[in-house]
């Protein structure tokens, strides 16, 4: 967590936007929170349509994602990985972000990276946006997603 060049983005106008949010099981107690801070920040950004759906793991957002960004105006993705004491970590991160970064590019919709990928359980705890959370990335990355929506809607972008 850099700590410095937050935008405090505290919401935008997307009524009438359909999000899709898309969460992994794993750390299901913080990716359960970061999805219904997701949906509170919908709610205030206006948006009344959003399909929730669920997968095991960080490595299943991807082909969720994308067919979630087939009917939906944006599309968030939500998963916790956590480094351990192999390579593993860093295929996940890498296989998640390059995924969700070809979904955005291949399907024209934007997709937010809302995967926690920390050294600790704190860490993550930190970032999930609950009470004592010095960061809410459920709320963030829903907020950021509907925002790129409505600058491509006023790109004329389809």
């Not at 024209?108 to 010095?134: M, Y």
Request: charged share 20%; proline share 3%.
């Amino acid at each position: 967590m850099a700590g410095f060049g937050d935008p405090h983005m505290e919401t935008v106008d997307a009524a009438g936007l359909r999000l899709g949010i898309v969460g992994a099981r794993w750390h299901s107690d913080l990716v359960d929170h970061m999805i219904e801070r997701a949906k509170a920040a919908a709610e205030a950004c206006g948006v009344t349509d959003v399909v929730v759906s669920r997968v095991v793991g960080s490595v299943e957002l991807p082909i969720i994602a994308q067919a979630l960004a087939g009917s939906c105006d944006a599309v968030v993705a939500f998963g916790v990985v956590i480094k351990g004491e192999t390579d593993h970590y860093a295929y996940v991160n890498d296989s998640v972000t390059s995924g969700l970064t070809r979904v955005a590019l291949d399907e024209r919709t934007p997709v937010g990276h809302g995967v926690l990928t920390v050294h600790s359980l704190g860490q993550a705890r930190d970032r999930a946006g609950l009470e004592d959370s010095i960061e809410d990335k459920g709320w963030q990355a829903t907020v950021a997603v509907l925002d790129t929506a409505l600058a491509l809607r006023e790109l004329g972008k389809p």
